[in-house]
């Protein structure tokens, strides 16, 4: 939206349809410049730039976009792309010229994994596992992985901060929370282990007794490490009904510069706390599949997924992401 009155504010945060992309030209509530006098707006100017190069997925179209109205509005304006996609190389332009892989950006990759099961009320079954089955698969990936399970809330938050301080401005990190989130007035909570509200002001309680997501995604991002991943494999329920218009989960949230925001349903959905293979969930299951694919830009991997898990549950959980990376990165390549 664009507005010569700063003090009117630009669209609120969308949620695409399953197989959809939305390019916004700033972040929710901001307003995008309106060209100062050339012929152009900032964004269109460089989405003119780039939208007919061939072979080129129309979603790398918008990260060149985003990182060029960066660098010229010095990070007063920042594009952003939600995308539900289930299919990998959407071109626009298509010839028949190879696409290259370009290098990655990090040097170290690093993670940190939470899983929690045994709660005081409402148990779940494979959080553990997940956590632990990527644990595992990151190490073999080359990551250095540091891992918390059941944690209560000081171990989360001690956990979080300890890691976070190890962070260096080269290194792609990522963070992977399985267990019960909540959303309250649009903020999101991660749920420790012996979180046990009972009463009619949860309010006040889950601000005292929770894992702010805030707070995890603050601790990670001041220390400016070049890209960050955010898995949210959270608002688990055992839906026997699979009623679609249940309002569940997490809010929808905006990703900083460099961050992709995974989450394992849709915003103000419910992930399925169900196995297809005796010891995953389905999120889980179908990313242990593909994180490791050789030569295949991240996002690729996620959008995968969503595919997969939308087939395996006939549409009821559709995996979403928020993504601002400007370029391709690959957590295994050669």
Known sequence: ARAPDPSLMGFKAMDPNFGS?????????????????????LFTKYLLKYIATPN??????????????????????????????????????????????SSNVYERKRALVIGIDNY????????????????????????EVTAGFDCNQDEFRKTVETFANGIQRTDLTL????????????????LPLEYNYRGKRECEYIAN?????????????????CITVFIFDCCRNYVSTRNI??????????????????????PGRATLDETRNEKNGIFMGNLLKRIATLNTHIEDIFM???HDVKLQTGGFQQPYRTSSLTEKLYFVSN
């Open 56 to 101: 080129k997925d129309i979603r790398m179209i918008l990260a060149n976009v985003t990182k060029e109205v960066m660098e010229e509005s010095r990070l007063c304006q920042i594009p952003f792309i939600v995308a539900s996609l289930s299919h990998e190389n959407i071109c626009l332009n298509v010839k028949t010229a190879d696409l290259g892989i």
């Open 304 to 306: 995968n997924v969503a």
């Open 209 to 225: 007794h929770s894992i702010d997501v805030k707070f995890v995604m603050d601790e990670i991002e001041k220390k400016n490490g």
């Open 245 to 266: 218009d249940m309002q569940l989960g997490l809010s929808p949230m905006n990703a900083p510069p460099e961050t992709l925001i995974v989450f394992s349903c849709a």
């Open 120 to 143: 005081t009320r409402n148990p779940l079954k494979y959080c553990i596992n997940d956590a632990n089955d990527l644990k595992a698969t990151l190490e073999h990936m080359t990551f």
């Open 175 to 190: 963070f992977y929370f399985a267990g019960h989130g909540k959303q309250l007035d649009n903020n999101n909570y991660l």
């Open 21 to 41: 992309l939305i390019g916004f030209a700033c972040a929710p509530g901001c307003c995008a410049t309106d060209g100062n006098g050339q012929r152009n707006g």
